[in-house]
């Protein structure tokens, strides 16, 4: 075990969060391409745009599950996460060379179906970055301590993950996505491979903690992670619907009708960058400068669902007041506050809850969190805005959702303070 990793140092928190900043790189470009090159490029409509996305949900039920429970068991390549790293990492970045080329791919195979290919490339992307996002989550409680450090290890994650995040958005808005989905093929492929070399895996993760002398196993609190999953799913319902189908908010409220579909192409395309980095901004500051320090002071679970209420408020807003750019760019940095902890805190208050030997498994379980509500919205959610003539009813829906989510958080308790006292969401005193 290397110095660095011994000792904790900020300069393995940054490290150990790459091949997770890499997964995420890649769906960043995923986000900001996908529906825009189906659409402007391929000619998709919004409702088969629908269909190619949920390709990656199903790819997560499997490869999040599978991947999870194997790589707990298994011990290759001098790992048990870093195989599955490595694999995942290459072919993402592979994959990521197809996106805008799914037109040739077609060609030269004879398929004869764009539709048939698209979600051929999407799905094999989202497993690979699934076969790879597993590993990377899981491998920061692998090799943390329990409490601040893994706290730390999580919102660090977030902070480098969303940097880059941000990184791609600016240069799908400034050089255009094209030259984004090759610096990403860079990013992922790099990000996902060297820091794997430098990182020491624990052979077996039954034993003591040596930081702290915490047993590493402990019974699973299975209610509560049901409470969590269902907190998390419910707030994924709501990102997922912006996510996939903020586009048709865009084309109907910034562009008059007549508008060449040139520049309602280019346009949106830039106006959805913009949007994301915003987002993203937001989403990368405040976990290690912002969330952090208030987790110390009142806890990861009320920290969580206030700043997810937060979002809830920031989505009702856009519905209700965003008929510019600026006002929606202005809307989605409050969106972001929600979006930072989305990504972060979860890991952190799930990990907490579990039998440590079998992290793998229960990353892989939360996932389901993540990846079930993203069906839900590509298959039923989507029939709804297909069919809505105010595409407002978008944000509506997210905002509902991030609501019901905030609301279920107040059910999860976690352990705070020297003495280990369990303590509940709900605020203290609350008499009714």
């Not at 990377?136 to 660090?156: F, H, L, M, N, Q």
């Not at 008929?323 to 979860?346: C, D, E, K, Q, R």
Request: proline share 3%; with cysteine; net charge neutral.
């Amino acid at each position: 075990m290397r110095d660095f990793q011994q000792k904790l140092s900020n300069s393995f928190y940054i490290l150990m969060s790459l091949p997770s900043t890499a997964m995420g790189f890649a769906l960043s470009i995923q986000i900001s391409a996908l529906s825009w090159l189906l659409t402007t490029r391929y000619g998709l409509d919004i409702h088969e745009v629908g269909f190619v996305w949920a390709a990656g949900p199903l790819a997560g039920i499997f490869g999040q599950v599978i991947i999870g429970v194997i790589s707990d068991k298994v011990w290759f390549w001098g790992g048990r996460r870093r195989p599955f790293v490595l694999i995942g990492g290459t072919l993402a970045a592979a994959m990521l060379m197809a996106l805008p080329n799914i037109d040739v791919i077609n060609e030269s195979l004879g398929i004869g179906s764009l539709i048939a290919v698209a979600i051929g490339v999407a799905l094999t992307l989202d497993l690979a970055i699934n076969v790879s996002f597993n590993p990377t989550r899981s491998i920061i409680a692998d090799v943390t301590p329990e409490g601040a450090a893994r706290t730390k290890g999580y919102t660090w994650m977030q902070t480098i993950s969303g940097m880059f995040g941000v990184l791609a958005y600016v240069i799908g808005a400034t050089a255009g996505n094209d030259i984004l989905i090759w610096v990403g093929v860079v990013v992922v492929f790099v990000f996902s491979v060297v820091p794997m070399f430098f990182i020491t895996e624990r052979r077996t993760l039954d034993a003591a903690d040596s930081s702290d002398d915490t047993p590493r196993r402990r019974k699973t609190e299975w209610g509560q992670l049901m409470r969590i999953y269902l907190a998390h799913g419910a707030s994924w319902v709501g990102i997922q619907t912006m996510f996939v189908y903020i586009i048709a908010f865009i084309q109907q409220k910034f562009f008059a009708p007549g508008t060449e579909q040139a520049l309602i192409d280019s346009g949106s395309g830039q106006v959805i960058a913009i949007a994301f980095a915003v987002l993203n901004t937001v989403g990368f500051v405040l976990p290690a400068f912002v969330l952090e320090p208030i987790v110390e002071r009142i806890g990861r679970v009320r920290t969580h669902l206030l700043c997810v209420a937060t979002m809830a408020a920031a989505y009702f807003g856009i519905a209700m007041f965003a008929a510019t750019p600026m006002s929606l760019y202005v809307l989605m940095a409050f969106a972001g506050i929600g979006w930072a902890a989305v990504v972060s805190l979860p890991f952190a208050i799930m990990t907490e809850k579990i039998d440590q030997g079998r992290t793998g498994f229960f990353m892989g379980i939360f996932n389901l969190s993540v990846v079930v509500p993203q069906l839900l919205v590509s298959m039923l959610v989507g029939t709804v805005i297909l069919h809505a003539e105010d595409k407002n009813v978008i944000f509506l829906i997210s905002g509902v959702s991030l609501a019901l989510s905030a609301i279920l958080w107040t059910t999860v308790s976690e352990q705070r303070g020297a003495g280990g006292a369990r303590v509940s969401a709900a605020p203290a005193g609350s008499g009714h």
